[in-house]
């Protein structure tokens, strides 16, 4: 699982894909693949500047194993204050991090909500 979730967290300019988030989250339930793939997900969030989509990325690939992964795979990680300005063009790529930082907060601090997700997800996967 580690390959699939440094590919999911690439620096490539395009997102994960569903069925390789899916393999990721079906391979959380086994606690060696999940320590690896947490293992992979905490190195990405630790990094910084240019490699702003690792940390976007691994956060999206979170976010999906809320809904679809095991429950140990729910963790929680203060990237509220990320911060990457993109050089010549200035623009700010670290609000992508940021709002989705506080899009996992909100989501891990209400046990309701979590539970809605994974259970739409649940049926959702059978369609």
Known sequence: ARLE???ATSNEPWGPHGSLMTEIADA???PNELQLIMGVLQKRLLD???NWRHVYKSMTVMEFLVAN???QAVEKQPLTEFQYVEQPSGKDQGI???KKAETMVALLNDRQRINDVR???AANKNK
Do not use: I, L
Request: no cysteine; hydrophobic share 20%.
């Open 48 to 50: 910084t500047g240019k």
């Open 28 to 30: 959380t339930v086994d």
């Open 119 to 121: 259970k739409k997800a």
């Open 96 to 98: 992508n991090v940021r």
């Open 5 to 7: 979730v440094q590919e």
């Open 69 to 71: 992964g095991s429950p």
